[in-house]
């Protein structure tokens, strides 16, 4: 189902776009099974209409809306961002939507507001991933209220000139492009302002993996592996040594949110 | 079944040879037609990782099925399985170091230091080459029996260790239900020996 939008020269970075095949059959989605190939195989169960999105707390006007109303509530812009997953390899994809700040300042938020959590949908009879206890369900991730409001901050309603697959989190989620992937909550049914930092499915299950912050940076490692570099899916292939990896996976623009901030303490 | 005679056991080691080489001719064929998915390197990486543990597995069932059964063949092939298992173990380091890390030999090394799971899977590889290499008559008479043996059982180290690089692989992404099927397996393969050591020292006694 297509989806217009006018492209937003500010946010399109130059490098060449992952094939839309690999971009909806390589995806780590555990709503839809831990396996990579899981979601494109499972996710055709998700029902995407109708779907509402609440948004409560510290606001002054919490607010329910549908998804038209989400797709008319600011101007829909083509942005081609950088995708690094925290497992190493990265894509670059065409997003559709608008920055999450459109939304924000619709419902006012408080002076308490500090933190944003995001909630995604956790429906064991669309979700057959929701059964297993990988994780703690439902999906919950979060963002300081300055790296929400960031204009980088993409809620993104399609992908590639369509409306997004379900396996890419349908019909609504997050993209916050310096950040490992893991932090773009998927297929959202709640966003919660709150005074207090939120806790996030990741951090929970293994904290000191999966930070709160997880800004993508080379120079702190999982512990598991090296983060100074990734392999491009679909680009860098056998021969190919993988690419260096980029502080804020090349935002350096977010540098100035972390300033005087050790990032080696706030991975 | 009880024995086998030359012919047909000569046969049944070229049926086992072939087998055993399916899945690295599947892997180099999915290669060719570049169908291994959108991160090939992964695909390749984990699916020899898996290989070298199902023949670890299979390998360390020979004596335990041939006492059971009495299928005394069985030990014929069990340097071949043994020598599978060592070749899927190399492919699968091969990967690591060739397109992990391009042959830096030093940046592997600290890859290898650094991270507990590879360091258990380094050990792992490094302790099967003495017994790949042993593994021929000549050096078990260089050796004599009885050395030979001592030697080769250091597979109830490498096997525990190369669960456990798996294991803690999976770890931090909570996928643990695959290496405790293989912690299970190799469990009571290696309990079955114990149970049968303590069994013969207490009839002697």
Not at chain 1, 1 to 24: E, G, I, S
Not at chain 1, 140 to 162: I, K, N, Q
Request: hydrophobic share 45%; with cysteine.
């Amino acid at each position: 189902q297509k989806l217009a939008a006018m492209v937003n020269p500010a946010f399109v970075v130059m490098d060449k776009k992952t094939t839309y095949k690999d971009a909806t059959s390589y995806n780590n989605f555990y709503e839809f099974g831990t396996d990579k190939a899981d979601p494109a195989e499972t996710a055709g169960s998700l029902k995407t209409r109708p779907w509402t999105i609440t948004i409560e707390g510290e606001v002054k006007k919490p607010i329910t809306l549908d998804i038209d109303s989400l797709l008319k509530l600011a101007p829909l812009e083509e942005r081609v961002y950088r995708l690094r997953c925290v497992e190493g390899w990265s894509m670059v994809i065409p997003w559709i939507g608008y920055s999450l700040s459109n939304l924000l300042k619709k419902v006012e938020p408080t002076g308490n507001a500090r933190f944003v959590e995001f909630i995604s949908l956790a429906d064991k009879r669309q979700m057959p991933g929701v059964n297993s206890r990988v994780l703690q369900w439902p999906y919950t991730e979060g963002l300081r209220m300055d790296e929400a409001m960031h204009p980088l901050s993409l809620l993104a309603l399609g992908m590639y000139g369509e409306v997004l697959p379900n396996q890419n989190g349908a019909p609504v989620r997050l993209v916050v492009p310096w950040k490992y992937g893991f932090k773009s909550a998927k297929s959202i049914v709640k966003i919660r302002l709150t005074k207090d930092q939120p806790r996030t499915s990741w951090n929970l299950s293994a904290p000191d993996e999966y930070g709160f912050y997880s800004n993508v940076n080379p120079e702190v490692d999982h512990p598991r592996w090296s983060q100074a570099s990734e392999r491009r899916i679909g680009e860098d292939g056998f021969l190919s040594r993988k690419r260096k990896t980029l502080m804020f996976n090349g935002y350096s623009e977010v540098a100035s949110l972390y300033s005087g901030m050790d990032l080696r303490k706030n991975y | 079944m009880k024995s086998l005679s030359n012919r047909q056991l000569q046969l049944l080691k070229l049926v086992v040879f072939v087998l055993a080489a399916l899945p690295f001719l599947r892997l180099v064929y999915a290669v060719a037609q570049d169908n291994l998915g959108a991160n090939p390197l992964e695909f390749i990486t984990r699916n020899t990782g898996d290989w070298t543990l199902y023949f670890l597995c299979i390998t360390l069932a020979v004596t335990p099925l041939r006492k059971l059964l009495s299928w005394h063949w069985l030990i014929r092939l069990r340097r071949m399985l043994g020598l599978y298992s060592f070749f899927y173990a190399s492919l699968h380091f091969l990967t690591f170091l060739w397109f992990d890390h391009f042959f830096d030999i030093s940046d592997m090394w600290r890859d290898i230091i650094k991270r507990p799971f590879i360091t258990v899977g380094f050990i792992a590889f490094i302790l099967l080459l003495p017994l790949a290499i042993t593994s021929n008559n000549a050096m078990i008479r260089r050796l004599g029996g009885k050395q030979w043996q001592l030697l080769h059982r250091l597979i109830y180290l490498i096997v525990p260790l190369g669960v456990l690089h798996y294991f803690w692989m999976k770890a931090g992404k909570n996928l643990l239900l695959q290496p405790l099927i293989f912690a299970v397996i190799v469990g009571g393969l290696l309990s079955v020996r114990l149970y049968w050591r303590l069994q013969s020292k207490s009839t002697i006694t």
